[in-house]
């Protein structure tokens, strides 16, 4: 597809050689028809982000108020996922907000969107990312003092992703409750001839923690993954102190695949990991979401074979 058919809207996006609207996933009232939680039994998140960082010169959280269309060019963003880093999964402390604390109700949530990010979707992305920052920083990548890496811009690195996402290597879904980003579901460094392969990273804003829309995310987005867009093997990483994650991964029943010492440099120093992963021989031949939610694959996108 040209550059100037994608400009008139002559031609629809496509995703790994997808048409971008067989990768979107939509759950309708997942709270009342109980696929998320109604109240907030913990208040720690289970939670991987991408590792990667952009050019923090001259950041200013006023650029970032509640009216503000997206963030500076040069504010504190990270590129989702790219090419040259390794993924990361992040422990994310919990958060200070009461409001997600044990027992109170969780946002009652009408539509949870997973979609392709595209363009200046990062920058409403990073956004949410900075207004939570206390929560998201404390735990994320960090490029090793040794390392000689020119970060990209802003505009550099929406163009680096969307290339990337037409090439088959990286592939961000965002994550969106009834219009608002809350998260990110990454798959990155994805590797094609012989193995097929590809690591899963997200993250979650703490408004939206512990009510389980980080495990069907993941779950979803492994589904696709692997359903409909023929990798064979996916695969995360978790630090051994993310005792919520290392709980996703169970739930998913991913096969816990052993210890990774000294995995990704985290906060500044280079930390542990555990390493799960799924192929398409163990992941379930209707998916994960229908394995453990019940629901057909037909309804939420359109799986290998699936013609309803």
């Known amino acids: 597809m040209s550059l100037l058919s994608r400009f008139f809207g002559l031609a629809p996006r496509r995703v790994w ?9 939509v759950f309708d009232n997942p709270t009342a028809r109980g696929l998320l939680r109604s109240t907030h039994p913990y208040r720690s998140v289970d939670s991987i982000d991408e590792g990667g960082v952009v050019d923090s010169a001259n950041t200013q959280a006023s650029t970032l108020d509640s009216n503000a269309p997206g963030p500076n060019p040069h504010a504190n963003l990270r590129p989702e996922a ?4 390794d993924s990361d999964n992040f422990n994310l402390r919990a958060s200070q907000d009461t409001s997600n604390s044990p ?34 920083e404390p735990w994320e990548a960090t490029i090793p003092p040794e390392a000689n890496e020119k970060l990209p811009s802003l505009d550099e690195y929406l163009r680096q992703t969307d290339a ?3 090439a088959g290597i990286t592939l961000p879904m965002m994550i969106e409750v009834d219009g608002e980003v809350i998260g990110l579901v990454t798959a990155a460094n994805t590797v094609r001839g ?10 979650i804003i703490s408004k939206y923690a512990g009510i389980g829309i980080s495990s069907l995310a993941v779950a979803s987005v492994i589904d696709v993954l692997i359903l409909k867009l023929g990798i064979h093997r996916v695969e995360i990483n978790i630090r051994p102190e993310n005792q919520p994650s290392l709980g996703l991964a169970r739930k998913l029943k991913l096969n816990e695949e052993g210890y990774r010492p000294r995995y990704m440099h985290i906060a500044g120093e280079w930390a542990d990991h555990v390493a799960f992963a799924i192929d398409q021989e163990s992941l379930p031949s209707s998916g994960l979401v229908n394995e453990i939610w019940g629901i057909p694959a037909r309804e939420e996108f359109v799986s290998k074979g699936d013609t309803e």
Do not use: C, F
């Open 164 to 166: 990337e996402v037409e």
């Open 103 to 136: 027992g109170t109700p969780a946002p009652q949530i009408h539509q949870l969107t997973i979609r392709p990010a595209w363009g200046r979707d990062h920058v409403r992305i990073e956004k949410a990312r900075w207004q939570d920052r206390d929560w998201l």
């Open 17 to 25: 050689g997808v048409p971008e609207e067989q990768v979107r996933i």
């Open 82 to 85: 790219r090419s040259n880093q």
């Open 194 to 203: 012989a193995l097929y392969s590809t690591t899963v990273g997200y993250w």
